[in-house]
Structures are given as C-alpha cells and as structure tokens.
C-alpha cells in the first residue's frame, strides 16, 4: 500500500477531531486540541492529504485563516462542496450550511477553479444569547 494512504494513528486521531466537531476547523483549533502530540507540519500535511482524497475541504475565512471541515460527496481531486459556509461574527465560529447555491457562468474566455460562499451573520446560539440580554 502506498505510504502516503496508509492510516496512521495521527490520522485516525486528525479524522476523529474533524468527525467530532460541530463546525469547521483552523490550525490553532487541532493545536489546541492535539496539546504537543504532533508537530505543525505533520498536521498541515494529513490535512492536505485529506483534501487531496477528497475527505476534507477547505474554507477561506475573512480573517486569512483557512479552516478544514469534512466532505459529504467529494472524491479525490474533485471537491463539489458547492454549499454556504457561514461565519458568525460574534463567536466566530465557521459552519458548513447543507443550502446549495447557484454557480455563476462566466464570460467567454474565463474558466472556474474554485468557488466559495462565506455568509456572515450571527448563529443560532449567539442569537438565543443575544435575545435574552435584550430582555432584561
């Protein structure tokens, strides 16, 4: 079996930390969680192999950092997560949103690569937060 597809327990260990999480993921999130058991380029290279099979995808958040979450339909080197992501500007916290959202034609001349969706809003929980304060 190629080296590079075995399943390691560092990344059973990235799988189960992507699996468990309620939103999507950056760096400092598997820093945080993973406390010393693995270096940063062994992180960041399991988590572009994830996305090159097809298992992971990346989210641009507005702040410039790139957050990882799981793919539902994806196959290696081709990503459709043609879905929103939504960023909360309250908690922070970036979601992938189960809503398809229309691919726009380009001119003549253009060719798509990539195409992302970021909303940003406040989530349901900030919300419920929110409206008990203003209550008060």
């Given at each position: 079996m190629d080296k590079q597809r075995r399943n390691t327990k560092t990344k059973q260990l990235i799988m189960t930390i992507l699996s468990d999480s309620l939103s999507a993921l950056c760096y400092e999130d598997f820093e945080q969680k993973l406390s010393g058991i693995m270096d940063k380029a062994t992180v960041y290279r399991i988590l572009q192999?994830?996305?090159?099979?097809?298992?992971?995808?990346?989210?641009?958040?507005?702040?410039?950092?790139?957050?990882?979450a799981l793919c539902h339909h994806c196959e290696a080197g081709?990503?459709?997560?043609?879905h929103i992501h939504f960023r909360c500007i309250r908690c922070r916290v970036i979601m992938c949103i189960d809503e398809q959202f229309v691919i726009p034609s380009l001119p003549s001349g253009y060719r798509m690569t990539d195409i992302?969706?970021?909303v940003s809003g406040h989530c349901p929980n900030c919300l419920n937060e929110m409206k008990k304060y203003e209550q008060i």
């Open positions: 192999s994830f996305c090159d099979d097809g298992k992971v995808h990346k989210i641009s958040g507005e702040n410039g950092k790139t957050y990882y081709h990503h459709s997560d043609n992302h969706c970021l």
